[in-house]
């Protein structure tokens, strides 16, 4: 009796427990899992994000390097996102709309997670809060909720879903090698869960990602590989238009054309059925088989089944008529066909034409072509704009510089013209600078040049842009002549030291930060640390610009007495340390800096001039000088007098200055008081043969490495 009513409550709670999950389930679905997914259908609606929301229309195909990839090669790596995962990602403009029922499904998801986390309706609400995040481009609460969603639900009907849903995040993030890996493990379930339309998307994913990075074989291997497996001629079909879509984009028109022929062959539906006709068609004409394409064409127009893809026919008309080389009938074909010009087709066609004309260097032409092609969406517009753009900037500057020009030439060759204000030739050197960046961003690499060396060589030394043209010249020259570049961005670095320019300068010379100066105690702590580190000839230069170029600042008395000290005490040199010395005594005589060194000055100047006898300290000194023409003849076999004989004497035992004394110190030195050469109130007279430094080409010692000290006396 007993086992009985055990069983009979096992039953029961069974029964319970079940009754409770179909509940949970139930409230689920109706209370807040029912609204969430109509939200996010609707959201899609609006963005037409759904196969099953498009128009059935043809697609509309144009080769890499028709100029779409606007100021890159055909397959080069620009460094923003690919066009193709923009065209993915949702636009403010789009979003703001339908931002309410996106924050709605994050709420009532949330609900869900929190108050049903076992019901059967959690992998759902994990997709849907994956996409609400993706479409307001949340890409790392996105890529969270899709990480959650797998690591639960590996095998769930969804999985195929969150992995796509991924790949697409981890690329948009730029994490190329990630999202590359999860494309891969896409493909795989989606094979699993026979989710075709998911393994389309992840093959064309991953032919995109392969073109940008100019990798063929890798864009067309997944195609390959499908097709290969595939046992359903619609499908096979597909992944077949796909492949021969992909070549004709690749410019591979011959192995294009083959492709398109294998499409026709499986059992395609009636839009990938016209795709292969007319894409067929457009290979023809690529390889000048004109009449075969003509063919083509008018069977398409003459079909019943395709009167819905007029334009689409039109636009390869058109195509033909350009790859010809019929400029006439096609600009007359053009004007009849703006009434189609709402249809991507036809726009695509005018960019092509524009970029024909654009690069036989007939610009005014190719900019009507490219104003009609940028207003309609779709793979080139971006590029048209830009073109557009640039080209209307360029007729502005080139208008200027056309009227600038004569004014500037003549006043350079003709001396007797009226002078030219200098903000002429600012506005002069600006408008070529401007020009060679947009002949830059059109790649015209020889123009640019032009431009850019006419700015840099012509800017005078007060222009505050001249930094900018410098920059810029030695950037386009750099590959030709690296010397001259080095040369350029040392310039840079020294006298531009506060702009962006001379500090992307001193980055690339690999300066460390002691280069850095803001301001003018920078400069002169830039100068100390370069002394400490024994590179002697920039620690001058350092101390020199203060002294030179700042005279009025407190910090050039003492710039001048750290240059006298470096090569009195370090270099060894004590001709250059007097000079600069002598230049402290005689520009900031009142300074403490030459109270300190005004004595050793003093001494130098009269050793070197025979007036001190550094052996006794004391000033020589000179007896008047005696005109011989005023002493009276006399017998030389007679005895002189006395008087004559004692000053011929005083002239003749004046001792060698530079013979077996020893050298003092110039700070160290002082001067008979009773000897002043200097007045302290007055510049010092300097003589005319004091010694000059000369040049910075100086011998370094090995083992030099002065103290930094502020004390007067020591090292500054």
């Known amino acids: 009796m007993q086992r009985k009513i055990k069983l009979h409550l096992i039953i029961f709670s069974m029964l319970l427990l079940s009754g409770c999950h179909t509940f949970d389930n139930f409230t689920t679905f109706f ?9 996010i259908w609707e959201t899609e609606y609006d963005f037409e994000g759904t196969e099953i929301m498009r128009r059935q229309k043809p697609r509309v195909l144009t080769p890499v390097d028709s100029g779409m990839r606007f100021g890159q090669d055909a397959f080069g790596r620009p460094a923003e996102i690919p066009q193709f995962l923009k065209d993915i990602m949702i636009e403010q403009t789009r979003l703001q709309p339908v931002k309410v029922k996106l924050d709605s499904v994050i709420i009532k998801g949330s609900k869900i997670l929190k108050q049903h986390p076992k019901s059967d309706y959690v992998e759902g609400t994990l997709l849907l809060m994956a996409k609400s995040y993706f479409y307001q481009s949340e890409w790392v609460s996105a890529e969270i909720k899709c990480v959650e969603l797998i690591d ?29 890996t999860m494309l891969s493990r896409t493909a795989d379930i989606a094979w699993y869960k026979k989710r075709y339309d998911i ?3 992840a093959f064309r994913l991953m032919a995109e990602q392969a073109i940008f990075d100019n990798d063929e074989e890798e864009a067309v291997r997944p195609y390959r590989q499908a097709i290969a497996q595939s046992d359903d001629g619609e499908i096979r079909a597909r992944w077949q238009l796909d492949l021969a879509s992909l070549y004709y ?11 398109f022929d294998a499409v026709l062959d499986e059992s395609p539906e009636l839009v990938q059925e016209f795709e292969a006709e007319l894409y067929k068609a457009a290979c023809l004409m690529y390889l000048k088989k004109h009449e075969e394409a003509q063919a083509i064409l008018d069977d398409l127009d003459g079909n019943e089944n395709f009167k819905d893809f007029k334009p689409d026919i039109l636009a390869q008309r058109l195509r033909m008529l350009r790859i010809q080389g019929k400029k006439d009938e096609f600009d007359k074909m053009a004007s009849e066909a703006q009434k189609y010009a709402g249809f991507i087709a036809i726009p695509i066609v005018y960019f092509e034409q524009a970029m024909d004309l654009f690069k036989k260097g007939k610009y005014e032409e190719a ?80 123009s640019a040049l032009h431009y850019y060396t006419i700015a840099a060589h012509s800017a005078k030394l007060s222009d505050s842009n001249r930094a900018q043209y410098l920059f810029s010249y030695q950037k386009m020259i750099r590959k030709n002549q690296p010397e001259v570049a080095d040369s350029i961005l040392e310039i840079l670095a020294y006298d531009y030291g506060k702009t962006e320019y001379g500090q992307e300068a001193r980055m690339q010379m690999g300066f460390t930060d002691a280069v850095v100066i803001d301001t003018l105690g920078e400069l002169y702590s830039s100068g100390i640390r370069f002394r400490n580190i024994s590179n002697y000839v920039l620690a001058a230069r350092q101390f020199n610009r203060i002294a030179e170029e700042y005279r009025d600042s407190p910090l050039a008395p003492k710039a001048l007495y750290s240059l006298g000290w470096m090569f009195e005490n370090t270099l060894k040199q004590p001709d250059s340390a007097l000079y600069y010395y002598r230049l402290l005594v005689e520009r900031y005589p009142q300074s403490e800096y030459a109270k300190d060194v005004r004595a050793g000055v003093e001494i130098a100047l009269a050793h070197q001039s025979g007036l001190y006898d550094v052996s006794t300290g004391k000033m020589i000194e000179r007896k008047p000088f005696i005109d011989t023409t005023l002493i009276p003849v006399i017998d030389s076999t007679a005895t002189p007098d006395a008087e004559i004989q004692q000053t011929i004497n005083n002239t003749r035992t004046l001792s060698d200055p530079n013979a077996n004394q020893q050298k003092e110190p110039l700070r160290q030195r002082r001067p008979n008081q009773n000897n002043q050469l200097i007045n302290p109130n007055q510049p010092m007279q300097l003589p005319m043969n004091a010694p000059l430094p000369g040049n910075f080409q100086i011998s370094l010692p090995q083992d030099a490495s002065p103290v930094d000290s502020m004390k007067i006396g020591d090292p500054p």
């Open 31 to 39: 209370n807040t899992y029912y609204n969430m997914d109509r939200l």
């Open 152 to 180: 639960r639900f590996a095998l769930g009907d969804m999985s195929p879903d969150a992995h796509l849903l991924l790949s697409k995040i981890y690329l948009i993030q730029r994490k190329y090698i990630l999202g590359k």
């Open 199 to 201: 393994l389309s998307e």
């Open 249 to 259: 984009r690749l410019g591979k028109f011959d192995r294009a054309l083959k492709e």
């Open 367 to 446: 900019k009507s072509y490219f104003a009609k092609s940028k207003p309609v969406k779709s793979q080139v517009s971006p590029a048209a704009a830009k073109y557009y753009g640039l080209l209307a900037e360029w007729g502005q500057k080139q208008d200027l510089l056309n009227k600038s020009k004569p004014i500037v030439d003549t006043s350079i060759t003709d001396s007797t013209a009226v002078v030219v204000h200098d903000s002429v030739f600012t506005i002069y050197n600006l408008t070529n600078y401007q020009l060679a960046r947009i002949h830059d961003q059109l790649n015209n690499q020889d």
